[in-house]
């Protein structure tokens, strides 16, 4: 059983930068790996990428230039640092887990990006 909190999603101008932070709380946290998936207004979720649980970052190849993955076990934190925002960065963030049954999600973070 994971549960996790996003927080960090905030309105920032084109170019910008945010750190959205993951916290678990469960005990199998150190063993599963956790991604961070977006869902833009009107559009379906897109995976973004996700960290093992050795902490092995893992990027789809349109955020690999933009967007870091970290995760800090011993505070049992995730990290998505995200720099040169967009306009189409915009949507609802959410964290995960992967591999597990069931998966699960948190509540998400709303990230708006604009001029």
């Given at each position: 059983?994971?549960?996790l909190?996003?927080?960090?999603?905030?309105?920032v101008?084109i170019g910008g930068?945010l750190?959205?932070s993951?916290?678990a709380s469960?005990?199998?946290f150190?063993?599963?790996?956790?991604?961070?998936?977006?869902q833009a207004?009107?559009?379906?979720r897109?995976?973004l990428g996700?960290v093992t649980s050795g902490?092995?970052?893992?990027y789809?190849d349109f955020?690999?230039?933009r967007?870091?993955?970290?995760?800090?076990?011993?505070?049992?934190?995730?990290?998505?640092?995200?720099?040169?925002?967009?306009p189409n960065?915009t949507?609802a963030?959410?964290c995960?887990?992967?591999?597990?049954?069931p998966?699960f999600w948190?509540?998400?973070?709303?990230?708006t990006?604009s001029s």
């Amino acid at each position: 059983q994971v549960r996790l909190v996003e927080s960090g999603g905030d309105l920032v101008k084109i170019g910008g930068s945010l750190r959205l932070s993951c916290a678990a709380s469960g005990s199998d946290f150190d063993s599963v790996a956790v991604g961070w998936t977006r869902q833009a207004p009107g559009k379906q979720r897109e995976l973004l990428g996700y960290v093992t649980s050795g902490g092995s970052p893992i990027y789809v190849d349109f955020v690999k230039e933009r967007f870091t993955l970290s995760r800090d076990n011993a505070k049992r934190i995730v990290y998505l640092q995200m720099n040169n925002l967009k306009p189409n960065d915009t949507g609802a963030y959410y964290c995960h887990t992967l591999g597990t049954t069931p998966v699960f999600w948190g509540q998400g973070t709303q990230v708006t990006v604009s001029s």
